[in-house]
């Protein structure tokens, strides 16, 4: 029984570090919250002065509210650069392209939508992909986003 808590424990995404900018409602719901596209922001741990904006659905109603409903896979990722960036060697070098930079839960177990970054040494430019993933199947609903590593003034 112990070892089930265990692997239930290991499959939820790690604590998110987002901070909620605002929301809209898109279905008024009479019963319960309204479904909504709600933007949040993050800043990605590993490169100070690169923060990543996501607007993702969420959905209402009273399975909503209480915190069982599946969101879609509906997300859309823009990043910028807010300050000076000095990039990490093992980001320079490739060895953490593809590393997991935000996971947020989208239902009540084992669908989440991830952010990941890779680096284009030749273009010099940080790459952002966003996806929803489930444990059996994902979505291919995907989202890109890009900061060009340029001198800060």
Same mark, same amino acid.
């Given at each position: 029984?112990?070892? !089930?808590? /265990? %692997?239930?424990?290991?499959?939820?995404?790690?604590? &998110?570090?987002?901070?909620?900018?605002?929301?809209?409602?898109? !279905?008024?719901?009479?019963?319960?919250? +309204?479904?909504?596209?709600?933007?949040?922001?993050?800043?990605?741990?590993?490169?100070?002065?690169?923060?990543?904006?996501?607007?993702?659905?969420?959905?209402?109603?009273?399975?909503?509210? &209480?915190?069982?409903?599946?969101?879609?896979?509906? =997300?859309?990722? =823009?990043?910028?650069?807010?300050?000076?960036? =000095?990039?990490?060697?093992? !980001?320079? +070098?490739?060895?953490?392209?593809?590393?997991?930079?935000?996971? $947020?839960?989208?239902?009540?177990?084992? $669908?989440?939508?991830?952010? &990941?970054? %890779? /680096?284009?040494?030749?273009? +010099?430019?940080?790459?952002?992909?966003?996806?929803?993933?489930?444990?059996?199947?994902?979505?291919? $609903? +995907?989202?890109?986003?890009?900061?060009? &590593?340029?001198?800060?003034?």
């Amino acid at each position: 029984m112990i070892s !089930v808590m /265990y %692997f239930l424990v290991a499959l939820l995404p790690t604590a &998110v570090l987002a901070e909620t900018i605002g929301s809209v409602s898109t !279905v008024f719901k009479l019963v319960g919250a +309204n479904d909504k596209i709600v933007i949040e922001a993050f800043d990605d741990p590993d490169i100070p002065g690169a923060t990543c904006y996501l607007s993702r659905a969420k959905k209402g109603g009273v399975s909503g509210a &209480v915190g069982v409903a599946e969101d879609t896979s509906d =997300a859309s990722i =823009a990043c910028r650069q807010i300050g000076p960036i =000095a990039l990490p060697e093992k !980001v320079k +070098n490739g060895k953490e392209d593809g590393e997991e930079v935000f996971k $947020k839960s989208t239902s009540l177990l084992f $669908k989440s939508l991830q952010v &990941v970054r %890779f /680096y284009d040494a030749k273009r +010099n430019v940080l790459i952002y992909l966003s996806y929803s993933d489930r444990i059996i199947e994902g979505s291919p $609903k +995907n989202s890109i986003s890009i900061i060009p &590593v340029t001198p800060w003034h």
